[in-house]
């Protein structure tokens, strides 16, 4: 069965930068649409960014559009997410889910990873 372990999470300062990777295991990551999902202290979990399993199709919710970049190798099984002008609010554990069907969320998900945490603070 497919995993991901997502890495490259810590801690940073606002309007620094960092790359969010999703790497998987059991499975290929380009039969799967990717998104990326974060967890703010006492909130919901909500999607954030989405690529499709070639990569035809990508999304951001309009908080990060602009700020964060996603992309997948998936000759190495790996999807990743590019952060830039970190803002305080962006203060969460960041997901990655993989699911069938598109970024409209027209499939059913098949695995989460773990979580890695980005915490943006002076």
């Known amino acids: 069965q497919l995993q991901l372990v997502e890495s490259g999470g810590g801690l940073v300062q606002p309007g620094g930068s960092l790359r969010l990777s999703c790497g998987a295991s059991?499975?290929?990551?380009?039969?799967?649409?990717i998104g990326w999902y974060r967890q703010a202290p006492g909130k919901e979990r909500e999607g954030i960014s989405c690529?499709?399993?070639?990569?035809?199709?990508?999304h951001h919710v309009a908080a990060v559009k602009g700020r964060f970049t996603i992309a997948r190798d998936n000759a190495k099984n790996t999807v990743y997410l590019q952060m830039n002008s970190l803002l305080v609010e962006d203060t969460a554990v960041y997901y990655c889910?993989?699911?069938?069907?598109?970024?409209?969320?027209?499939?059913?998900?098949?695995?989460w990873g773990q979580g890695t945490q980005v915490t943006v603070s002076s």
């Open positions: 059991g499975g290929a990551l380009g039969d799967y649409t």
């Open positions: 889910a993989a699911a069938t069907g598109t970024c409209s969320g027209d499939g059913s998900l098949v695995a």
């Open positions: 690529i499709s399993a070639r990569a035809s199709d990508t």
